[in-house]
Protein backbone atom coordinates (compact mmCIF):
# COMPACT_ATOMS: atom_id res chain seq x y z
CA UNK A 1 0.00 0.00 0.00
CA UNK A 2 1.18 3.20 -0.93
CA UNK A 3 2.17 5.73 2.12
CA UNK A 4 0.52 8.92 0.32
CA UNK A 5 -2.44 8.68 -2.60
CA UNK A 6 -3.63 11.75 -3.51
CA UNK A 7 -6.77 11.13 -6.30
CA UNK A 8 -8.45 13.52 -8.29
CA UNK A 9 -7.48 16.42 -5.67
CA UNK A 10 -8.58 19.96 -7.06
CA UNK A 11 -8.86 23.65 -5.00
CA UNK A 12 -10.54 26.48 -5.78
CA UNK A 13 -10.05 29.94 -4.52
CA UNK A 14 -12.74 31.76 -6.13
CA UNK A 15 -12.60 31.29 -9.39
CA UNK A 16 -8.69 30.63 -9.53
CA UNK A 17 -8.36 26.67 -9.89
CA UNK A 18 -4.95 26.56 -7.85
CA UNK A 19 -4.67 22.80 -8.21
CA UNK A 20 -6.95 20.82 -10.57
CA UNK A 21 -7.14 17.06 -10.67
CA UNK A 22 -4.32 15.94 -8.82
CA UNK A 23 -2.85 12.43 -8.86
CA UNK A 24 -0.02 11.38 -6.65
CA UNK A 25 1.80 8.68 -5.35
CA UNK A 26 4.11 8.35 -2.89
CA UNK A 27 5.60 4.50 -1.64
CA UNK A 28 7.14 4.61 1.46
CA UNK A 29 10.75 5.56 1.88
CA UNK A 30 10.59 7.69 -1.71
CA UNK A 31 12.65 11.03 -1.66
CA UNK A 32 9.89 12.59 -4.26
CA UNK A 33 10.66 16.38 -6.34
CA UNK A 34 7.58 19.23 -6.58
CA UNK A 35 8.51 21.74 -8.80
CA UNK A 36 7.14 24.20 -11.26
CA UNK A 37 7.11 27.49 -11.87
CA UNK A 38 5.64 30.45 -9.73
CA UNK A 39 2.28 30.05 -8.89
CA UNK A 40 2.09 26.70 -10.18
CA UNK A 41 0.35 25.38 -7.05
CA UNK A 42 3.32 23.60 -5.43
CA UNK A 43 2.62 25.01 -1.88
CA UNK A 44 -1.11 25.10 -2.29
CA UNK A 45 -0.80 21.17 -2.78
CA UNK A 46 1.13 21.20 0.79
CA UNK A 47 -1.55 23.38 2.41
CA UNK A 48 -4.17 20.68 1.24
CA UNK A 49 -1.96 17.97 2.64
CA UNK A 50 -1.23 19.35 5.96
CA UNK A 51 -4.97 20.20 6.02
CA UNK A 52 -4.22 24.18 6.20
CA UNK A 53 -6.53 23.92 3.56
CA UNK A 54 -9.53 21.70 2.42
CA UNK A 55 -9.79 20.03 -0.78
CA UNK A 56 -12.74 21.31 -3.02
CA UNK A 57 -13.13 17.66 -4.44
CA UNK A 58 -10.99 14.40 -3.97
CA UNK A 59 -9.66 12.77 -1.54
CA UNK A 60 -6.30 12.45 0.45
CA UNK A 61 -5.17 9.15 2.14
CA UNK A 62 -2.28 9.37 4.15
CA UNK A 63 -1.46 5.00 5.64
CA UNK A 64 -4.96 4.11 3.94
CA UNK A 65 -6.76 6.93 6.36
CA UNK A 66 -8.39 9.39 4.86
CA UNK A 67 -7.29 13.01 5.97
CA UNK A 68 -10.26 14.95 4.79
CA UNK A 69 -11.60 16.87 7.60
CA UNK A 70 -8.94 16.45 10.21
CA UNK A 71 -7.34 19.57 11.84
CA UNK A 72 -3.67 19.95 10.90
CA UNK A 73 -3.00 19.21 14.50
CA UNK A 74 -4.60 15.81 13.93
CA UNK A 75 -2.36 15.11 10.21
CA UNK A 76 0.34 16.03 12.71
CA UNK A 77 -0.26 13.72 14.99
CA UNK A 78 -1.13 10.86 12.20
CA UNK A 79 2.85 11.65 11.01
CA UNK A 80 2.68 14.07 8.61
CA UNK A 81 5.10 17.23 9.27
CA UNK A 82 6.35 19.98 7.20
CA UNK A 83 8.23 23.33 7.24
CA UNK A 84 7.17 26.84 5.68
CA UNK A 85 8.04 28.50 2.40
CA UNK A 86 8.58 31.84 4.15
CA UNK A 87 9.81 30.69 7.59
CA UNK A 88 7.19 30.31 10.53
CA UNK A 89 9.57 29.79 13.25
CA UNK A 90 7.94 30.76 16.87
CA UNK A 91 10.47 33.46 16.71
CA UNK A 92 10.64 34.96 19.94
CA UNK A 93 11.42 31.65 21.82
CA UNK A 94 14.43 29.74 21.76
CA UNK A 95 15.33 27.30 19.68
CA UNK A 96 15.35 24.42 22.09
CA UNK A 97 11.58 25.40 22.70
CA UNK A 98 10.89 25.31 18.92
CA UNK A 99 12.06 21.40 19.44
CA UNK A 100 10.46 20.96 22.75
CA UNK A 101 7.05 22.38 21.70
CA UNK A 102 7.17 20.30 18.49
CA UNK A 103 7.49 16.91 21.11
CA UNK A 104 4.37 18.03 22.48
CA UNK A 105 2.53 15.25 20.81
CA UNK A 106 4.40 12.58 22.83
CA UNK A 107 4.13 13.74 26.09
CA UNK A 108 2.72 11.44 28.34
CA UNK A 109 3.02 13.32 31.64
CA UNK A 110 -0.83 14.62 32.41
CA UNK A 111 -1.36 18.10 33.52
CA UNK A 112 -1.28 17.23 37.50
CA UNK A 113 2.55 15.74 37.17
CA UNK A 114 3.51 19.31 35.47
CA UNK A 115 1.04 21.23 38.37
CA UNK A 116 2.64 19.14 41.50
CA UNK A 117 6.08 18.57 39.82
CA UNK A 118 6.05 15.02 40.07
CA UNK A 119 9.12 13.15 39.64
CA UNK A 120 7.24 11.25 36.17
CA UNK A 121 7.35 15.68 34.83
CA UNK A 122 11.02 16.13 35.61
CA UNK A 123 12.16 12.23 33.88
CA UNK A 124 10.66 13.28 30.93
CA UNK A 125 11.63 16.67 30.32
CA UNK A 126 14.85 15.97 30.92
CA UNK A 127 14.41 12.94 28.43
CA UNK A 128 13.10 15.78 26.21
CA UNK A 129 15.40 18.14 26.34
CA UNK A 130 18.34 15.60 25.66
CA UNK A 131 16.17 14.07 22.93
CA UNK A 132 16.16 18.11 21.28
CA UNK A 133 19.23 18.74 21.99
CA UNK A 134 20.38 15.28 20.13
CA UNK A 135 18.48 16.19 17.37
CA UNK A 136 20.03 19.84 17.07
CA UNK A 137 23.26 18.47 17.01
CA UNK A 138 22.39 17.04 13.51
CA UNK A 139 21.46 20.29 12.36
CA UNK A 140 24.69 21.88 14.13
CA UNK A 141 22.54 23.93 16.21
CA UNK A 142 23.05 22.46 19.60
CA UNK A 143 25.44 25.24 20.66
CA UNK A 144 22.68 27.68 20.10
CA UNK A 145 19.97 26.42 21.78
CA UNK A 146 19.33 28.93 23.97
CA UNK A 147 19.09 31.63 21.25
CA UNK A 148 16.00 32.81 20.28
CA UNK A 149 15.04 32.16 17.13
CA UNK A 150 14.71 35.03 14.78
CA UNK A 151 18.74 36.42 16.03
CA UNK A 152 19.62 33.04 14.49
CA UNK A 153 21.13 33.74 10.53
CA UNK A 154 18.86 32.90 7.60
CA UNK A 155 20.89 29.70 6.69
CA UNK A 156 20.16 28.22 10.45
CA UNK A 157 16.43 29.41 10.79
CA UNK A 158 15.96 26.56 8.09
CA UNK A 159 17.64 24.31 9.28
CA UNK A 160 15.68 24.55 12.72
CA UNK A 161 12.75 24.98 11.01
CA UNK A 162 13.46 20.97 9.72
CA UNK A 163 14.32 19.83 13.12
CA UNK A 164 11.91 21.09 14.16
CA UNK A 165 9.38 19.28 11.86
CA UNK A 166 11.19 16.15 12.85
CA UNK A 167 10.82 16.80 16.43
CA UNK A 168 7.19 15.68 16.17
CA UNK A 169 8.54 12.51 14.99
CA UNK A 170 6.92 12.25 11.25
CA UNK A 171 6.53 9.46 8.55
CA UNK A 172 6.20 11.87 5.78
CA UNK A 173 8.13 15.16 6.03
CA UNK A 174 6.93 18.15 3.45
CA UNK A 175 9.60 21.08 2.82
CA UNK A 176 8.51 23.69 0.78
CA UNK A 177 11.71 25.35 -0.92
CA UNK A 178 14.13 24.51 1.99
CA UNK A 179 17.14 25.84 0.09
CA UNK A 180 15.47 29.27 -0.54
CA UNK A 181 18.19 32.01 0.11
CA UNK A 182 21.15 29.49 0.76
CA UNK A 183 24.11 30.04 -0.73
CA UNK A 184 25.56 27.42 -3.80
CA UNK A 185 27.60 25.44 -0.89
CA UNK A 186 25.13 25.53 1.82
CA UNK A 187 22.48 24.37 -0.82
CA UNK A 188 24.61 21.10 -1.75
CA UNK A 189 25.35 20.87 2.61
CA UNK A 190 21.34 21.02 3.32
CA UNK A 191 20.98 18.27 0.06
CA UNK A 192 23.20 15.73 1.60
CA UNK A 193 21.72 16.46 5.13
CA UNK A 194 18.06 16.08 3.62
CA UNK A 195 19.31 12.32 1.89
CA UNK A 196 20.84 11.44 5.18
CA UNK A 197 17.52 12.49 7.66
CA UNK A 198 15.34 10.37 4.91
CA UNK A 199 17.62 6.81 5.47
CA UNK A 200 18.79 7.45 9.45
CA UNK A 201 15.17 8.48 10.20
CA UNK A 202 13.32 6.05 7.71
CA UNK A 203 11.28 9.15 6.26
CA UNK A 204 9.60 9.72 3.24
CA UNK A 205 9.95 13.08 1.87
CA UNK A 206 8.57 15.48 -0.66
CA UNK A 207 10.11 18.39 -1.56
CA UNK A 208 9.40 21.61 -3.30
CA UNK A 209 12.45 23.42 -5.13
CA UNK A 210 12.60 25.95 -7.64
CA UNK A 211 15.98 25.34 -8.61
CA UNK A 212 15.84 22.53 -11.53
CA UNK A 213 19.44 21.04 -11.17
CA UNK A 214 19.28 20.59 -7.59
CA UNK A 215 15.81 18.57 -7.30
CA UNK A 216 17.35 16.70 -10.62
CA UNK A 217 20.68 15.53 -8.50
CA UNK A 218 18.49 15.08 -5.07
CA UNK A 219 15.46 13.25 -5.88
CA UNK A 220 14.58 10.00 -7.25
CA UNK A 221 11.63 10.75 -8.63
CA UNK A 222 9.85 14.41 -9.44
CA UNK A 223 6.59 15.83 -10.06
CA UNK A 224 6.31 19.02 -12.43
CA UNK A 225 3.21 20.97 -11.84
CA UNK A 226 2.10 24.17 -14.06
CA UNK A 227 -1.04 25.97 -13.22
CA UNK A 228 -1.78 23.61 -11.09
CA UNK A 229 -1.73 20.38 -13.27
CA UNK A 230 0.82 18.02 -13.62
CA UNK A 231 2.66 18.16 -16.64
CA UNK A 232 5.14 15.44 -16.08
CA UNK A 233 6.32 12.98 -14.12
CA UNK A 234 9.29 10.43 -13.31
CA UNK A 235 12.56 9.97 -12.75
CA UNK A 236 14.73 13.19 -13.43
CA UNK A 237 16.35 11.93 -16.72
CA UNK A 238 12.90 11.51 -18.43
CA UNK A 239 12.03 14.61 -16.67
CA UNK A 240 14.29 16.99 -18.15
CA UNK A 241 14.11 15.91 -21.78
CA UNK A 242 9.92 16.00 -21.42
CA UNK A 243 9.39 18.93 -23.97
CA UNK A 244 6.45 20.31 -21.94
CA UNK A 245 8.78 20.63 -18.69
CA UNK A 246 11.34 22.18 -21.11
CA UNK A 247 8.54 24.72 -22.29
CA UNK A 248 7.06 25.60 -19.21
CA UNK A 249 10.96 26.71 -18.07
CA UNK A 250 11.10 28.16 -20.99
CA UNK A 251 12.58 31.69 -20.57
CA UNK A 252 13.73 30.65 -16.88
CA UNK A 253 17.55 29.67 -16.50
CA UNK A 254 17.80 25.86 -16.54
CA UNK A 255 20.62 24.41 -16.09
CA UNK A 256 21.32 20.41 -14.96
CA UNK A 257 23.63 19.42 -12.57
CA UNK B 1 12.38 15.89 45.62
CA UNK B 2 15.94 17.05 44.95
CA UNK B 3 15.15 19.12 42.23
CA UNK B 4 12.98 20.86 44.53
CA UNK B 5 15.66 22.09 46.83
CA UNK B 6 17.17 24.34 44.62
CA UNK B 7 19.08 27.30 45.51
CA UNK B 8 17.02 30.00 44.00
CA UNK B 9 13.68 27.62 45.05
CA UNK B 10 14.99 27.55 48.63
CA UNK B 11 16.01 31.90 48.96
CA UNK B 12 12.43 32.62 47.39
CA UNK B 13 10.58 30.29 50.33
CA UNK B 14 12.88 31.41 52.87
CA UNK B 15 11.46 35.14 51.74
CA UNK B 16 8.10 34.10 51.40
CA UNK B 17 7.83 33.15 55.05
CA UNK B 18 9.65 36.46 56.21
CA UNK B 19 7.23 38.34 54.15
CA UNK B 20 4.67 36.52 55.83
CA UNK B 21 5.89 36.66 59.54
CA UNK B 22 6.55 40.27 59.69
CA UNK B 23 3.40 41.15 58.25
CA UNK B 24 1.32 38.86 60.60
CA UNK B 25 2.97 40.32 63.45
CA UNK B 26 2.34 43.81 62.24
CA UNK B 27 -1.41 43.05 61.87
CA UNK B 28 -1.41 41.32 65.07
CA UNK B 29 0.29 44.32 66.95
CA UNK B 30 -1.91 46.99 65.52
CA UNK B 31 0.74 48.62 63.70
CA UNK B 32 -0.75 47.86 60.08
CA UNK B 33 -4.08 49.70 60.56
CA UNK B 34 -7.44 48.59 59.47
CA UNK B 35 -7.14 50.93 56.26
CA UNK B 36 -3.62 49.39 55.28
CA UNK B 37 -4.46 45.62 55.52
CA UNK B 38 -7.81 46.97 53.35
CA UNK B 39 -5.30 47.42 50.78
CA UNK B 40 -2.91 44.12 51.62
CA UNK B 41 -6.01 42.12 51.01
CA UNK B 42 -6.67 44.28 47.65
CA UNK B 43 -3.02 43.68 46.57
CA UNK B 44 -3.34 39.93 46.83
CA UNK B 45 -6.28 39.65 45.21
CA UNK B 46 -4.67 41.81 42.34
CA UNK B 47 -1.88 39.49 42.43
CA UNK B 48 -4.01 36.33 42.22
CA UNK B 49 -6.19 38.28 39.30
CA UNK B 50 -3.17 39.92 37.44
CA UNK B 51 -1.26 36.66 37.08
CA UNK B 52 -4.17 34.61 35.95
CA UNK B 53 -5.15 37.01 33.39
CA UNK B 54 -1.73 37.27 31.93
CA UNK B 55 -1.97 33.03 31.10
CA UNK B 56 -4.70 33.44 29.28
CA UNK B 57 -4.09 36.91 27.84
CA UNK B 58 -0.11 37.46 27.54
CA UNK B 59 1.07 33.79 27.31
CA UNK B 60 -1.93 32.38 25.84
CA UNK B 61 -2.54 35.56 23.75
CA UNK B 62 -5.95 35.73 23.74
CA UNK B 63 -7.10 39.51 24.79
CA UNK B 64 -9.72 39.05 26.88
CA UNK B 65 -11.94 42.00 28.68
CA UNK B 66 -13.92 39.66 30.74
CA UNK B 67 -12.07 39.04 33.34
CA UNK B 68 -13.96 40.62 36.39
CA UNK B 69 -17.06 38.56 35.01
CA UNK B 70 -15.58 34.96 36.06
CA UNK B 71 -14.60 36.95 39.60
CA UNK B 72 -17.98 37.67 39.96
CA UNK B 73 -18.83 34.49 39.56
CA UNK B 74 -16.38 33.29 42.42
CA UNK B 75 -17.36 36.03 44.35
CA UNK B 76 -21.50 35.07 43.78
CA UNK B 77 -21.31 31.21 44.12
CA UNK B 78 -18.92 31.26 47.09
CA UNK B 79 -20.99 33.94 49.05
CA UNK B 80 -24.27 31.66 48.04
CA UNK B 81 -22.14 28.62 49.32
CA UNK B 82 -21.57 30.53 52.79
CA UNK B 83 -24.41 32.30 53.63
CA UNK B 84 -27.70 30.61 51.77
CA UNK B 85 -25.99 27.10 52.30
CA UNK B 86 -23.70 27.08 55.05
CA UNK B 87 -20.75 25.35 53.93
CA UNK B 88 -17.51 26.22 55.31
CA UNK B 89 -15.07 28.80 53.51
CA UNK B 90 -12.60 26.46 52.20
CA UNK B 91 -15.54 24.85 50.09
CA UNK B 92 -17.06 28.23 49.27
CA UNK B 93 -13.81 29.15 47.64
CA UNK B 94 -13.09 25.89 45.88
CA UNK B 95 -16.93 26.19 44.25
CA UNK B 96 -16.70 29.64 43.03
CA UNK B 97 -13.49 28.80 41.11
CA UNK B 98 -14.94 25.81 39.79
CA UNK B 99 -18.02 27.15 38.65
CA UNK B 100 -15.84 30.47 37.39
CA UNK B 101 -14.11 27.41 35.99
CA UNK B 102 -16.97 26.03 34.39
CA UNK B 103 -18.36 29.14 33.01
CA UNK B 104 -14.87 29.87 31.35
CA UNK B 105 -15.31 26.24 29.49
CA UNK B 106 -18.69 27.25 28.29
CA UNK B 107 -18.07 30.59 27.27
CA UNK B 108 -14.60 29.77 26.40
CA UNK B 109 -15.35 26.94 23.39
CA UNK B 110 -17.29 29.22 21.16
CA UNK B 111 -15.89 32.06 21.51
CA UNK B 112 -12.16 30.96 21.55
CA UNK B 113 -12.56 30.57 17.27
CA UNK B 114 -12.67 34.32 17.73
CA UNK B 115 -9.16 36.07 17.01
CA UNK B 116 -8.23 39.37 18.09
CA UNK B 117 -11.05 41.99 18.16
CA UNK B 118 -13.50 40.05 17.79
CA UNK B 119 -12.76 37.57 20.98
CA UNK B 120 -12.20 41.27 22.69
CA UNK B 121 -15.89 42.07 21.96
CA UNK B 122 -17.17 38.89 22.31
CA UNK B 123 -15.53 38.93 26.26
CA UNK B 124 -16.56 41.98 27.06
CA UNK B 125 -19.99 41.00 26.11
CA UNK B 126 -19.55 37.96 28.15
CA UNK B 127 -18.80 39.98 30.68
CA UNK B 128 -21.40 42.48 30.80
CA UNK B 129 -24.19 39.47 30.60
CA UNK B 130 -22.75 38.33 33.71
CA UNK B 131 -23.02 41.44 35.29
CA UNK B 132 -26.78 41.84 34.18
CA UNK B 133 -27.92 38.29 34.90
CA UNK B 134 -26.92 38.80 39.10
CA UNK B 135 -28.31 42.24 38.80
CA UNK B 136 -31.62 40.71 37.92
CA UNK B 137 -31.42 37.54 39.90
CA UNK B 138 -33.51 38.10 42.83
CA UNK B 139 -31.80 35.01 44.91
CA UNK B 140 -28.53 36.87 45.66
CA UNK B 141 -30.30 40.29 46.22
CA UNK B 142 -30.15 41.49 42.31
CA UNK B 143 -29.05 45.72 42.13
CA UNK B 144 -29.09 45.99 45.87
CA UNK B 145 -26.57 43.27 45.86
CA UNK B 146 -25.67 39.98 48.56
CA UNK B 147 -25.80 41.11 51.92
CA UNK B 148 -24.47 39.12 55.48
CA UNK B 149 -21.32 37.32 53.95
CA UNK B 150 -18.83 37.03 56.98
CA UNK B 151 -15.59 38.21 57.05
CA UNK B 152 -13.34 35.33 56.58
CA UNK B 153 -10.60 36.10 54.44
CA UNK B 154 -7.72 37.60 55.71
CA UNK B 155 -3.96 37.99 55.26
CA UNK B 156 -3.25 34.45 56.09
CA UNK B 157 -6.27 33.08 53.30
CA UNK B 158 -4.85 35.99 51.06
CA UNK B 159 -0.89 35.14 51.17
CA UNK B 160 -1.50 31.10 50.81
CA UNK B 161 -4.13 31.85 47.97
CA UNK B 162 -1.57 34.19 46.22
CA UNK B 163 1.35 31.52 46.46
CA UNK B 164 -0.42 28.83 45.61
CA UNK B 165 -2.03 30.69 42.31
CA UNK B 166 1.61 31.57 41.02
CA UNK B 167 2.89 28.56 41.50
CA UNK B 168 0.30 26.41 40.46
CA UNK B 169 0.62 29.29 36.93
CA UNK B 170 4.33 29.49 36.98
CA UNK B 171 4.11 25.20 36.54
CA UNK B 172 1.82 25.06 34.17
CA UNK B 173 3.46 27.40 32.15
CA UNK B 174 6.94 25.92 32.57
CA UNK B 175 5.67 22.84 31.26
CA UNK B 176 4.78 20.82 28.06
CA UNK B 177 1.41 22.59 28.65
CA UNK B 178 2.18 25.81 28.42
CA UNK B 179 5.10 25.91 26.09
CA UNK B 180 1.63 24.33 23.69
CA UNK B 181 -0.19 27.82 24.96
CA UNK B 182 3.01 30.12 24.42
CA UNK B 183 3.26 28.51 20.62
CA UNK B 184 -0.54 29.57 20.24
CA UNK B 185 0.35 33.11 20.71
CA UNK B 186 3.59 32.90 18.60
CA UNK B 187 2.36 31.63 15.55
CA UNK B 188 -1.30 29.64 15.26
CA UNK B 189 -0.72 27.95 12.04
CA UNK B 190 2.80 26.72 12.94
CA UNK B 191 1.48 25.82 16.09
CA UNK B 192 -1.40 23.66 14.68
CA UNK B 193 1.33 21.95 12.17
CA UNK B 194 3.63 21.44 14.67
CA UNK B 195 0.07 18.88 16.28
CA UNK B 196 -0.25 21.57 19.01
CA UNK B 197 -4.77 21.09 19.01
CA UNK B 198 -4.77 25.29 19.25
CA UNK B 199 -8.41 25.09 20.72
CA UNK B 200 -7.63 22.68 23.35
CA UNK B 201 -5.22 24.93 24.79
CA UNK B 202 -7.13 28.30 23.99
CA UNK B 203 -9.53 26.31 26.40
CA UNK B 204 -7.15 25.24 28.39
CA UNK B 205 -5.93 29.04 29.34
CA UNK B 206 -9.00 30.07 29.49
CA UNK B 207 -10.28 27.75 32.03
CA UNK B 208 -7.09 27.45 34.10
CA UNK B 209 -7.34 31.81 34.45
CA UNK B 210 -11.31 31.96 34.86
CA UNK B 211 -10.57 29.14 38.02
CA UNK B 212 -8.07 31.76 39.59
CA UNK B 213 -10.07 34.74 38.40
CA UNK B 214 -12.64 32.76 40.55
CA UNK B 215 -10.70 32.14 43.97
CA UNK B 216 -9.89 35.57 43.26
CA UNK B 217 -13.57 36.53 43.47
CA UNK B 218 -14.53 34.58 46.42
CA UNK B 219 -11.62 36.04 48.57
CA UNK B 220 -13.12 39.15 47.63
CA UNK B 221 -16.52 38.59 48.75
CA UNK B 222 -15.23 37.13 52.43
CA UNK B 223 -13.78 40.66 52.69
CA UNK B 224 -16.33 42.79 52.11
CA UNK B 225 -19.74 41.62 54.02
CA UNK B 226 -21.35 42.45 50.87
CA UNK B 227 -21.21 42.35 47.10
CA UNK B 228 -22.85 44.12 44.15
CA UNK B 229 -23.00 43.21 40.64
CA UNK B 230 -21.64 47.01 39.73
CA UNK B 231 -18.43 46.07 41.46
CA UNK B 232 -17.61 43.51 38.58
CA UNK B 233 -18.00 45.67 35.67
CA UNK B 234 -15.67 46.55 32.47
CA UNK B 235 -13.66 49.06 34.41
CA UNK B 236 -12.57 45.98 36.85
CA UNK B 237 -11.44 44.05 33.83
CA UNK B 238 -9.41 47.29 32.82
CA UNK B 239 -8.08 47.59 36.03
CA UNK B 240 -6.21 44.22 35.93
CA UNK B 241 -5.47 44.31 32.51
CA UNK B 242 -3.62 47.68 33.00
CA UNK B 243 -1.60 45.08 35.93
CA UNK B 244 -0.99 42.58 33.08
CA UNK B 245 -0.04 44.78 30.84
CA UNK B 246 2.30 47.37 32.90
CA UNK B 247 4.19 43.96 34.62
CA UNK B 248 4.74 42.95 31.05
CA UNK B 249 2.61 40.35 29.14
CA UNK B 250 4.26 37.21 29.59
CA UNK B 251 5.86 37.80 32.56
CA UNK B 252 4.35 36.17 35.95
CA UNK B 253 6.31 38.51 38.36
CA UNK B 254 5.67 41.47 36.21
CA UNK B 255 2.34 40.91 36.84
CA UNK B 256 3.10 40.23 40.60
CA UNK B 257 5.42 43.40 40.78
CA UNK B 258 2.61 45.49 38.69
CA UNK B 259 -0.36 44.42 41.11
CA UNK B 260 1.49 45.22 44.04
CA UNK B 261 2.76 49.12 42.32
CA UNK B 262 -0.90 49.49 41.40
CA UNK B 263 -1.99 48.80 44.81
CA UNK B 264 0.10 51.23 46.63
CA UNK B 265 -0.44 54.16 44.13
CA UNK B 266 -4.19 53.42 44.80
CA UNK B 267 -3.31 54.21 48.57
CA UNK B 268 -2.35 57.56 47.77
CA UNK B 269 -5.32 58.03 45.50
CA UNK B 270 -7.67 56.97 47.97
CA UNK B 271 -9.22 60.15 48.66
CA UNK B 272 -9.37 61.16 44.88
CA UNK B 273 -11.36 57.83 43.52
CA UNK B 274 -12.55 60.00 41.07
CA UNK B 275 -9.16 60.65 39.16
CA UNK B 276 -8.37 56.93 39.67
CA UNK B 277 -9.42 55.32 36.19
CA UNK B 278 -8.02 58.50 34.37
CA UNK B 279 -4.83 57.87 35.74
CA UNK B 280 -5.45 54.57 34.91
CA UNK B 281 -6.34 54.93 31.07
CA UNK B 282 -3.22 57.89 31.20
CA UNK B 283 -0.68 55.44 32.86
CA UNK B 284 -1.72 52.60 30.20
CA UNK B 285 -0.99 55.41 27.13
CA UNK B 286 2.05 56.45 28.68
CA UNK B 287 3.25 52.51 29.28
CA UNK B 288 1.67 51.92 25.55
CA UNK B 289 4.17 54.97 23.89
CA UNK B 290 7.40 54.47 26.16
CA UNK B 291 7.78 50.96 26.75
CA UNK B 292 5.07 48.68 25.42
CA UNK B 293 6.70 45.57 26.26
CA UNK B 294 5.54 46.42 30.25
CA UNK B 295 7.96 46.74 33.38
CA UNK B 296 9.47 43.09 33.00
CA UNK B 297 8.51 42.01 29.26
CA UNK B 298 8.43 38.88 28.79
CA UNK B 299 11.32 38.17 31.46
CA UNK B 300 10.82 36.97 34.63
CA UNK B 301 12.60 38.33 37.94
CA UNK B 302 14.78 36.04 39.32
CA UNK B 303 17.38 36.00 41.95
CA UNK B 304 20.07 35.07 38.88
CA UNK B 305 19.42 38.35 38.00
CA UNK B 306 21.55 39.71 41.28
CA UNK B 307 24.50 37.75 39.82
CA UNK B 308 24.00 38.57 36.19
CA UNK B 309 22.25 41.11 34.15
CA UNK B 310 20.59 39.36 31.66
CA UNK B 311 20.87 41.38 27.77
CA UNK B 312 17.29 42.41 26.97
CA UNK B 313 16.42 41.37 24.05
CA UNK B 314 13.90 43.82 21.78
CA UNK B 315 10.65 42.32 21.08
CA UNK B 316 10.60 43.54 17.55
CA UNK B 317 8.08 42.44 14.75
CA UNK B 318 7.44 39.09 14.42
CA UNK B 319 9.91 36.63 11.88
CA UNK B 320 8.43 34.79 9.39
CA UNK B 321 5.14 34.00 8.34
N1 LIG C 1 -5.32 31.42 0.17
C1 LIG C 1 -5.36 31.70 -1.14
N2 LIG C 1 -6.36 32.45 -1.62
C2 LIG C 1 -6.40 32.73 -2.96
N3 LIG C 1 -5.51 32.33 -3.84
C3 LIG C 1 -4.49 31.58 -3.42
C4 LIG C 1 -4.35 31.23 -2.04
N4 LIG C 1 -3.23 30.49 -1.90
C5 LIG C 1 -2.70 30.38 -3.12
N5 LIG C 1 -3.44 31.03 -4.04
C6 LIG C 1 -3.17 31.11 -5.48
O1 LIG C 1 -2.97 29.80 -5.95
C7 LIG C 1 -1.94 29.79 -6.92
C8 LIG C 1 -0.87 28.81 -6.52
O2 LIG C 1 -0.15 29.35 -5.42
P1 LIG C 1 1.00 28.56 -4.67
O3 LIG C 1 1.45 29.40 -3.55
O4 LIG C 1 0.53 27.21 -4.37
O5 LIG C 1 2.13 28.51 -5.79
P2 LIG C 1 3.60 27.94 -5.70
O6 LIG C 1 3.72 26.93 -6.75
O7 LIG C 1 3.93 27.55 -4.33
O8 LIG C 1 4.43 29.23 -6.13
P3 LIG C 1 5.85 29.74 -5.61
O9 LIG C 1 6.86 29.01 -6.40
O10 LIG C 1 5.83 31.19 -5.94
O11 LIG C 1 5.93 29.48 -4.18
C9 LIG C 1 -1.44 31.20 -7.06
O12 LIG C 1 -2.07 31.80 -8.18
C10 LIG C 1 -1.90 31.87 -5.80
O13 LIG C 1 -2.13 33.23 -6.00
MG1 LIG D 1 5.23 28.14 -2.91
Known sequence: MALLEVNNVSKVFGGLSAVTNLKMKLEAGELVGLIGPNGAGKTTVFNLLTGVYQTT?????????????KKPSAINQMGIARTFQNIRLFSDLTVLDNVRIAYHSHVAYKLPAALFRSGRFYAEEDQMAERAVKL??????????????????????????????????????????????????????????????????NLTILLIEHDMSLVMGCCERIYVLEYGRVIAQGDPENVKHNPKVIEAYLGEEVTYA | MKRLLTRQNMIITAA?????????????????????????????????????LNLITGFAGQFTLGHAGFMAIGAYFSAVMTVKWGM??????????????????????????????YLAIATLGMGEVIRVVLLNTKYVGGAAGLFGIPRITNWTWIFVCSVVTVLCIRNLLWSSYGRACISVREDEVAAEIMGVDITHYKVLAFVVGAFFAGLGGALYSHYYYFIQPGGFGFMKSIEYLVMVVLGGMGSIT?????????????????????????????????????????LMGSKEFSTAMFRRFERRDDRGSAGGQ
Open chain 2, 254 to 294: GSVMAAIVLTVINVFLQQYSAIRMILYALLLIIIMIFRPEG
Open chain 2, 88 to 117: PFILSLLGGACLAAVMGFLIGLPTLRLKGD
Open chain 1, 57 to 69: TGDILFDGKNIAG
Open chain 1, 136 to 201: LKIFNLDGKKDEIAKNLPYGEQRRLEIARALATEPKFLLLDEPAAGMNPQETAELMNLIRWIRDHF
Open chain 2, 16 to 52: LLVVYIIVQVLLSTGIISAFYETNLILGGIGIIMAVS
